[in-house]
């Protein structure tokens, strides 16, 4: 879209599969997607680029002001909703989400996950084209590049990979029609060269921790394995095992890889939503025909009895000043050797720090933020395992530029625990079994990496999942 008066539909793609499963939800209430030009028309209309002198109540009434991105675009078929479109550097995206249920009557925005991976898709290619063309014909002959990394970011109508940019150094590779038969869609060049295989194993653990007798604490294990099959073949196939202790923790609520051609059901019944009855099902193994970039072959979760890092917070006032207490202990199941170790502790909707006397019983403190203290604990704990500091704190007058936080005020307050810990993970998987063929030049690693470890102030309230 150059103008209002010069109208452009240079790129657009159509995904039958996720038409068909639209009709199937909606039945005869089905709206279909109607041509190219009557959609561009409806919405531009839609849109007020185009018939602005006509009045249409729905938008142009006072008490209506749409501060949303989606749109409902009226067809001779009926409404095609939820909409999704906006205007950048003289273009304008858009994307229609399936929803996985009845439309009648509109489900909650909230509820319809296709805009929230439809959005970052959008931006993905507003990142991809927006810095590149100087004029209408640069534009259109980039658009038209872009419908190719679109069979690779938006595989059968399901967002793979928002990046688009980082899909623009395989492009010279991109097949768009597979010469084997046998290749599956999902695999859009073949491999030429050594063969090699490289497998991560990353768990991100989430807890909240109150020091309450009444407040139970709660911790979660996020796992991902991510690969990257460099074999040569157009469906080459291959196969991985994880295998846990018998005291490793259970992985549940897995998800795999559409590239994943088999795999044993009973492995995919756990849920997290359900309470453990003390087995462990090992090893957990897939087989597949890897895409050509990296992936990751599953999701999925596991629940932690506590906490790798235990802490307690205390925060109270006396007089001007703040007294806080920090106590951290590392569960000795944990393997003592971080890469990064730090506890951030926040001071919201107060002044500048103007003065701090402190006692640490291991690593140092960085006071380069005004109105935060970061206590850098390094590598390693210390034999016992146990670390502490203790402060006072007085504070400046409060101005804009100073943080402010509508969950922590008052005396509510947290400490948030940031580390990684290679070469290890809370569930215990502890060796990885790789087939795959042509001998290949093997990596496989592990992580631990902190997501969300709040300790908060059991001193004053704090938002909480549940009571005992």
């Keep these: 879209m150059s103008s209002t008066k010069t109208l452009l539909f240079p790129c657009r793609r159509h995904y039958p599969t996720v038409e068909i499963r639209a009709e199937t939800f909606n039945g005869a209430t089905h709206v279909p997607v109607t041509s190219d030009s009557a959609f561009l028309k409806a919405l531009l209309f839609e849109l007020r680029l185009i018939d602005g002198h006509i009045f249409v109540e729905h938008q142009d009434i006072c008490t209506q002001i749409n501060h949303s991105l989606v749109y409902s675009v009226h067809t001779e078929g009926g409404d095609l909703w939820p ?16 929803v996985e249920e009845p439309l009648e009557p509109w489900p909650p925005l909230l509820t319809v996950a296709g805009l929230s991976q439809g959005l970052p898709l959008l931006l993905g290619i507003v990142d991809y084209i927006s810095p590149s063309w100087k004029n209408e014909a640069e534009m259109t002959a980039e658009i038209g590049s872009h419908l190719n990394l679109l069979i690779q970011a938006c595989l059968l109508g399901t967002p793979l990979n928002t990046n688009i940019c980082s899909l623009n150094t395989s492009f010279d590779d991109i097949q768009e029609t597979p010469t084997d038969e046998n290749q599956p869609a999902w695999r859009s060049n073949t491999y030429k060269g050594k063969p090699q295989v490289n497998v991560c194993i990353t768990e991100k653990v989430k807890c909240m921790q109150y ?38 923790l259970p992985l ?8 994943v051609t088999s795999v044993d059901p009973a492995m995919l019944m756990s849920s997290s939503a359900e309470l453990l009855d003390g087995s462990v099902y090992s090893p957990y193994k897939f087989l597949f025909i890897p895409p050509s970039e990296s992936f990751n072959l599953c999701y999925c979760t596991s ?23 920090v106590n951290l202990k590392l569960h000795d199941s944990i393997k003592d050797s971080f890469e990064y170790c730090e506890a951030h502790i926040p001071f919201f909707n107060r002044g500048p720090i103007a003065q701090l006397e402190y006692k640490i019983s291991y690593g140092q403190l960085d006071l380069s933020e005004k109105s935060l203290l970061v206590w850098i604990i390094e590598q390693k ?61 093997i990596t496989a690693s592990r992580e631990l990496i902190s997501s969300d470890c709040y300790i908060w102030n059991s001193k004053a309230p704090a938002p909480m999942v549940y009571k005992t």
């Excluded at 502490?388 to 509510?412: Q, W």
């Design 211 to 248: 020091d309450k007798r009444d407040v139970v604490d709660t911790c979660q294990v996020y796992g991902t394995v991510n690969c990257k099959h460099d074999i040569e073949g157009s469906a080459p196939n291959g196969a991985l095992s994880l295998n846990l202790p018998r005291n490793g």
């Design 83 to 98: 909409m999704l479109a906006f205007q950048k550097s003289g273009l304008i995206y858009v994307f229609l989400p399936l």
């Design 303 to 325: 629940q932690v009895p506590v906490p790798p890092i235990l802490g307690c917070y205390q925060l109270i006032e006396e007089g001007p000043q703040l007294k806080i207490t």
């Design 381 to 441: 704990f210390p034999k016992s395992l146990e670390v502490s500091l203790t402060g006072t704190v007085s504070f400046g007058t409060a101005g804009k530029e100073h943080p402010t936080d509508y969950v922590c005020t008052g005396n509510t307050a947290y400490v948030k625990l940031y580390f990684r810990i290679p070469d290890f993970t809370l569930t215990g998987c502890h060796s990885i079994q790789i087939f795959a063929p042509g001998k290949p030049k």
């Design 252 to 259: 549940q609520d897995i998800v795999v890889h559409h590239c």
